[in-house]
């Protein structure tokens, strides 16, 4: 469950989030319409964490917010950013495969077998196997979506996406 209480969230002097309070259940789906600039991206970004508060708390499946450490959370939210550049190289196996560092022990640790074979089940799921050696950069617009969508994809099946404006290309 994502259950917000109170968020007040500024950009500048700005309150773009006032007293906002909602539950969201495990399997419900929601989604958040708005004129542009009406808070719909300051509000996932405060629900992932990248945001900071003026008021309010965040739980994530019971726990703060501010009391998960960064693996933590990526274990449970998977965010998909409204854009996404693409400034080092690197196939599309290995940027699917750095979904998975929240569940690897160190800095310098390697995937596992259990991580290959979770990135090659999801590669084949958002259909991208066939992209799987080549260069990001190298990639369409709507092939790097599917890059991304399958790297938090990856995170687990259970986990909560934030997603904004991604449904199109779904």
């Known amino acids: 469950m994502i ?96 979904g998975r560092y929240a569940y690897w022990s160190g800095l310098f640790s390697r995937e596992s077998l259990e991580d290959k074979q979770i990135v090659k089940e999801v590669m084949e799921e958002t259909n991208i196997s066939h992209l799987a050696k080549r260069s990001l950069i190298a990639l369409s617009g709507g092939e790097k979506q599917r890059v991304w969508l399958a790297r938090a994809w990856r995170n687990n099946r259970t986990a909560y996406y934030l997603m904004n404006q991604q449904i199109i290309w779904i």
């Open 3 to 98: 259950d917000t209480e109170g968020l007040i969230v500024k950009r500048g002097r700005r309150i773009v989030l006032d007293n906002l309070s909602f539950r969201i259940e495990k399997g419900q789906v929601l989604g958040i319409l708005g004129a542009n600039g009406s808070g719909k991206t300051t509000l996932l970004q405060a629900i992932s964490g990248s945001m900071t508060l003026e008021a309010g708390t965040i739980r994530i499946g019971g726990d703060r917010l501010t009391k998960l450490s960064y693996k933590q959370r990526a274990r449970r939210l998977a965010v998909l950013s409204q854009e996404s550049s693409v400034s080092f190289h690197s196939t599309v196996e290995e940027a699917v495969m750095l």
